[in-house]
């Protein structure tokens, strides 16, 4: 059974960053062909996607994220990151790490405030 771990998020200042991290356990097979994603989900809106990482390494952002985020992996730790610079309040949200659109963390919560 595979399980996904986040970490990394808390209360910030506005313009601020945070990193979060999403560590994978159990068997998983070959990582290197599966894609990872990180979704949020504001207070009553609809959960969206921030973030992809395709298996080559490719990566793509939902537009209210690009040039302040940054998606990355490593596959021997079997790990996604989130870089998140120039915060803005309305990123506070739950993030949620999926590899393969398929298994999901349990989400950590990003607040943005001063």
């Known amino acids: 059974q595979v399980q996904l771990v986040e970490s990394g998020g808390g209360l910030v200042q506005p313009g601020g960053s945070l990193r979060l991290s999403c560590a994978a356990s159990g068997s998983i097979g070959n990582i290197y062909f599966v894609n990872w994603y990180w979704y949020r989900q504001a207070p009553g809106k609809q959960r969206e996607l921030v973030a992809t990482i395709t298996s080559g390494g490719s990566a793509n952002y939902a537009d209210s994220v690009k040039d302040r985020f940054t998606i990355s992996r490593d596959n021997a730790k079997k790990t996604v990151s989130l870089q998140m610079n120039s915060l803005k309040p309305e990123d506070t949200a739950v993030y949620y790490c999926?590899?393969?659109?398929?298994?999901w963390g349990q989400g950590t919560q990003v607040t943005v405030s001063s």
């Open positions: 999926s590899l393969g659109g398929a298994i």
